[in-house]
């Protein structure tokens, strides 16, 4: 069974950094044939898409939000993807989910495309 297990999360100042990652397993595929995004929700909001990297081809976006500051890399023979945060603002304070799917063309997924989730982890940047 797909298992994406996220990890890295926790508390920092603002203008800190953290690396988060994801690690799967389980897939009918190679890990290289599916998109792996980050998305994040904080309370009382929608969850949004924060960064995204295609399938082997390894091409990457990033929500305006967080252009410039977060990096998404992905190390297809470790079965892993890495979201690095810069410059991290109060408003980044979220839980950051990471999550997969089979993926033909380079449009980002909705969140409701996304066919396997992690549990997320907790970012929290404070002021």
């Known amino acids: 069974e797909v298992q994406l297990v996220e990890s890295g999360g926790g508390l920092v100042q603002a203008g800190g950094s953290l690396r988060l990652s994801c690690a799967a397993s389980g897939f009918t595929f190679d890990f290289g044939d599916y998109a792996i995004g980050w998305l994040r929700q904080a309370p009382g909001t929608e969850r949004e898409g924060v960064s995204y990297?295609?399938?082997?081809?390894?091409?990457?976006h990033y929500a305006d939000s967080v252009k410039g500051r977060f990096t998404i890399a992905r190390d297809n023979a470790k079965n892993t993807v890495y979201l690095q945060m810069n410059s991290l603002k109060p408003e980044d304070t979220a839980v950051y989910y990471c999550?997969?799917?089979?993926?033909?063309?380079?449009?980002?997924?909705?969140?409701?495309?996304?066919?396997?989730w992690g549990q997320g982890t907790q970012v929290t940047v404070s002021s």
């Open positions: 990297t295609s399938n082997s081809e390894g091409s990457t």
């Open positions: 999550a997969a799917v089979v993926w033909g063309t380079s449009r980002v997924p909705l969140g409701h495309e996304y066919d396997y």
